[in-house]
């Protein structure tokens, strides 16, 4: 399970130190993929693949799903942390989460994101008010 926030820092060659305490997790590989927010998202490979054959299986007539499974696919990194325990990010996905040198890792329970520091600052402040108030029909069974 992943839970908790982590400020690694990116490095100049792109690479991002995981939470040590994430990496025995991740160590039968991962994948790093465009998420929603401008975050990116970094799955164990093994819950990734149940995601993207869930996606697949959408009707490929259906626009919007075969609109989802092409960025899903086409935004989406395997890869295996390195000795020291990090990861390198495409230049791609730098920019889609607008990364700079100060980032952060976020646990989601079944995956990891990466925000650019001042874009999870933004989030929190957006956001925070909407976590302690939380009702609505999506959340309906868990609160």
């Not at 991962?30 to 799955?43: E, V, W």
Request: charged share 30%.
């Amino acid at each position: 399970m992943f839970l908790g926030t982590f400020t690694p820092k990116l490095d100049d060659k792109g690479r991002l130190t995981l939470p040590a305490k994430f990496r025995d997790e991740l160590a039968g590989g991962l994948m790093i993929t465009k998420s929603q927010d401008h975050s990116l998202a970094i799955y164990p490979r093994d819950e990734f693949v149940k995601l993207a054959r869930k996606a697949a299986a959408a009707p490929r007539n259906d626009p919007a799903a075969r609109a989802y499974v092409r960025a899903l696919a086409a935004g989406t990194d395997e890869q295996h942390a390195d000795a020291q325990g990090r990861i390198t990010l495409s230049a791609d996905h730098r920019r889609y989460a607008n990364l700079s040198k100060e980032c952060v890792v976020t646990g989601s329970v079944d995956y990891l994101e990466i925000w650019d520091l001042a874009a999870w600052e933004r989030y929190l402040g957006d956001n925070e008010e909407d976590y302690s108030q939380a009702t609505g029909e999506s959340l309906s069974e868990i609160v």
